[in-house]
C-alpha cells in the first residue's frame, strides 16, 4: 500500500501562484510515476500532470506552460510538486495526488486539496 498526503491548496487570486506538494509512504519502491488531477464541481476528475521515474512528463494542454511538476530526486523520488503559475477562474478544483504502479496496475490516491482562485 502506498499513502499519499497533499499540501499547499488555499485560496489565491487568478493571476497568482501557488505550490503543492504531494508526499508518499508505504511501498514506494513500486512507484512507477506520479502525478497530479483535479475535480472541479460538476465535473469529472482530469489529468492534470504526471512525471515518470525516467523524468518524462505528460500536461494537460489546459495547463501547459502554466504549471510545472517535478519530483525529489534526492528523496527516492516519493514527493512530487505542482508549481502552478497564472492560475485562472477555471483552475478552480480539488486537486489530488495521484501514484501508479503499472507491474500492479493500481493507482493510489490522496484525500486532495482545494485550490480556489477568485477574481
Not at 73 to 88: G, P
Amino acid at each position: 500500500q502506498v499513502q499519499l498526503v497533499e499540501s499547499g491548496g488555499g485560496l489565491v487570486q487568478a493571476g497568482g501562484s501557488l505550490r503543492l506538494s504531494c508526499a508518499a509512504s508505504g511501498s514506494i519502491f513500486g512507484i512507477n510515476a506520479m502525478g497530479w488531477y483535479r475535480q472541479a464541481p460538476g465535473k469529472q476528475r482530469e489529468l492534470v500532470a504526471t512525471e515518470d521515474n525516467g523524468g518524462n512528463t505528460n500536461y494537460a494542454d489546459s495547463v501547459k506552460g502554466r504549471f510545472t511538476i517535478s519530483r525529489d530526486n534526492a528523496n527516492a523520488k516519493n514527493t512530487v510538486y505542482l508549481q502552478m503559475n497564472s492560475l485562472k477562474l477555471e483552475d478552480t478544483a480539488v486537486y489530488y495526488c495521484n501514484a501508479e504502479n503499472w507491474r500492479v496496475g493500481t493507482n493510489y490516491w490522496g484525500k486532495g486539496t482545494l485550490v480556489t482562485v477568485s477574481s
